[in-house]
């Protein structure tokens, strides 16, 4: 993914566990949402330019399933209401409803209302 030189996004963005474990229906780990939203991670890592931190699980024993799915180079992750996936839609929305009590210093964004600056 090119980055572009300079990006009108203020911060960072922060991409937390987009593994291939969490996208293969035949693990345990499994987010019903995970194709959906990587598009979006996708438009956001390109707007954050150098700007991004890539963060992931990394288990003890046999990590091969936890490989990203998207090379991080040299960047980092951020999170998005639209752009993550819990392993459930429930889950996902009491995920935000919980980080949205922390408010003002968690802001629950769209990928749009981010890309748009």
């Known amino acids: 993914m090119a980055a572009p030189s300079s990006s009108p996004q203020q911060g960072w963005l922060v991409v937390v566990d987009l593994q291939h474990v969490f996208g293969d229906p035949d693990t345990p780990w499994t987010t019903p ?21 890539w963060t992931r699980f ?10 990203l799915v998207e090379d991080p180079g040299a960047h980092g ?28 210093l968690v802001r629950l964004v769209t990928t749009d209302e981010v890309l748009a600056g």
């Open 77 to 104: 992750v951020r999170v998005v209401s639209d752009a993550c996936a819990g392993s459930s839609d429930d889950d996902h929305d009491m995920a935000l409803h919980l980080m949205d009590r922390y408010s003002p």
């Open 58 to 67: 990394v288990a003890p024993a046999d990590a091969h399933c936890y490989r």
């Open 33 to 53: 949402r995970f194709d959906e939203i990587r598009p979006r991670i996708r438009r956001l890592v390109q707007a954050f330019g150098d700007r991004v931190v």
